[in-house]
């Protein structure tokens, strides 16, 4: 007599895998939702980094050519959903960051920057809370000393 075998997975061979699936992805997902917030924050630490180096070359540039007038401006417009970063004193010619950051698009948005139009440039984080710099004596720097946002992105 002749025997048929079936060449498949048990139930219980497909229950265990799911289960190990499901035990992985719990672990994982968190791990990955941190890894992008810190992401965001690194991403906002270099473009401080780099609009604090432009502000000095630029700065440097205008002493070689003997003007002596403090940079007002690093963007050629203000509010949401407007250039950022590109333009000193409003002049586009002369961008601040080659490749600016994006810009909030409503009150509501997160993980962006914003102009507010007084000097002030706004980083909205990616859970909670605002980091604010000022353009103050040809220095970008953190507007209030003891705002903790703003110290993170500048360590």
Known sequence: MKTTTQNAFTMVELVFVIVVIGILAAVAVPKLAATRDDAVITK????????????????QKRILRGDFDPITALSSDSGYDKPIFNAFDGNTSNPVLEYPPRSCT?????????????????FVMPASGTA?????????ECKSDTDENCQELTK
């Not at 906002?44 to 700065?59: G, K, L, Y």
């Not at 997160?110 to 002030?120: A, L, M, T, Y």
Request: charged content about 20%.
């Open 44 to 59: 906002a630490m270099t473009t401080v980094s780099s609009v604090r180096n432009a502000v000095a070359t630029e700065r």
């Open 106 to 122: 409503t009150a509501a948005s997160r993980e962006c920057w914003v102009d507010s139009g007084d000097g002030d440039y706004t």
């Open 132 to 140: 604010v710099f000022t353009l103050n004596s040809n220095r970008f």
